[in-house]
């Protein structure tokens, strides 16, 4: 009986095609968990929109492209400041947000001369900045404004500027996968191949599914400088609007994430011929086989091993030091999706620490495959886990650790449970050999922090207000 | 050849390998494949293909593995090329009908990305 019906569960028995326990001697064959299916209702999900999958994730990272959101005043709020990925231009894209702030007259008269003259007003307002992505939302889609035309006539009365319209509304899926999906889709049909890049290494590539969170793509930027390959996009970690119209001419796509890029890489391989490479950039061991491969294929082999034995004589006793103290600890790992297979292993591998729950938000089943085959038999994968499972989970596996979002990680925090940001990261980045020695301190910081044990000390004892329950 | 052999070689893919959870079908199957192929090159001593971006490509993954299959199952070395073609044959049968035949993965045969 590998799926599981927790207790809390029992009134919506729907939610055990969505929580796999592990068994020796099984495999994905057998059992699969159902995801990237609607919620079911009754369970209090803790996904995004649709439209936060768009912005949020992929587009908003750009560092020199306004994100003009037509919508209510909380879409933009929702998708600006809970993802920290720093740029080298003075992080633009993280001090100012765009909305075009739809109130009830424009829901009724329609919002189109509202989001034009926004578009005008940003663009004079930032007069160095020339590229723009509007994002329609549930209520400007429902209402039909189409933000298309609306663009096309800016771009008309403004040629030095290009602008990308991403039609994903919040309910146009199940989670922020769909907008995911929908961005890459949409940049790879109307913006890729309308700029020439300028080549300046034999070795080109396009790094795809990496987000620079607290500055990922900028320490991985070191590797491929000392390597001597040029990245033409980076998809979109600290990256400008005009690299990723140029992804084409890579010679090589490499893939970190490959929920929320895979697309685009599938897209540029089957239009452009570009071989579609995929790596795990956390971890010692993964980043290393990443950097192989990456070498193998340009014939660079060398190169490739002389910046990993740099790195490894650099971090590694500075890991082992972790490694040492983290041994045994118990983890879970509740997440967008990606990140259960990135690191179920590689802090097994790398820092001796197990992975007892895993849990993904907008996850496919083919994360599942992958996570199913890395991880540990007695663990439990969740898709689209709630609030009481968690509770419950973390009473069948006790974890020390839990590596999840702020919302989930408030939570835990009140059982005096340590949490680590496994989203934004508490203090990245957390990518390549220096990253994941970041990611063992802030494990082993938050896991040795005294107060925990001060925050579960009541002074009060007898004499606490007894607060009652509604059911009481 | 024997099973248990087969079983820990795809024990090993099934851990390592993120070429056999691609998004489609198509895409594992040429996958594996490609990888398998360009690995009983290596394997057996025969210069592998290096003549389009997708052989190159093949060749990195394949590389990164074999050279892993050396460290892990030692008894690889002591095996003769038309062993290693067969091992790689019922790996590769493996592969094929855990990632693809009867993978419960509904998405594998949309047609579009
Ligand atoms: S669900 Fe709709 S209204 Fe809510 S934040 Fe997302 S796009 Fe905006």
Known sequence: MPMVLLQCDKDIPEREKHIYLKVDGEDSRDYLPVANASTIPGTLSERGCAFCGAKLVIGGVLKDTIQMIHGPIGCAYDTWHTKRYPSDNGHFQMKYVWSTDMKESHIVFGGEKRLEKSMHEAFDEMPEIKRMIVYTTCPTALIGDDIKAVAKKVMEARPDVDIFTCECPGFAGVSQSKGHHVLNIGWVNEKVGTVEPEITSKYTMNFIGDYNIQGDSELLQQYWDKLGIQVIAHFTGNANYDDLRSMHRAQLNVVNCARSAGYIANELKKKYGIPRLDIDSWGFNYMAEGIRKISAFFGIEEKGEALIAEEYAKWKPKLDWYKERLRGTKMAIWTGGPRLWHWTKSVEDDLGVQVVAMSSKFGHQEDFEKVIARGQAGTYYIDDGNELEFFEIIDLVKPDVIFTGPRVGELVKKLHIPYVNGHAYHNGPYMGFEGFVNLARDMYNAIYNPLLKLAATDPRGALTTPAKEAAE | ?113
């Open chain 2, 1 to 113: 050849m024997t099973p248990e052999k087969i079983d820990q070689l795809f024990d090993y893919v099934q851990e390592r390998c993120l070429w056999q959870f691609f998004s489609r079908a198509w895409d594992r199957e040429e996958n594996i494949d490609g990888i398998l192929k360009a690995a009983a090159a290596l394997l057996t001593g025969q210069p592998p293909a290096l003549e389009t971006p997708m052989d190159r490509l093949f060749y990195a993954d394949a590389k990164v593995m074999v050279s892993d299959l050396r460290e892990r199952f030692p008894w690889i070395e002591d095996s003769g090329a038309a062993q290693i073609r067969d091992l790689l044959h019922g790996l590769k049968d493996k592969l094929t009908d855990f990632t693809i035949t009867r993978s419960l993965n509904h998405e594998l045969n949309h047609t579009l990305y």
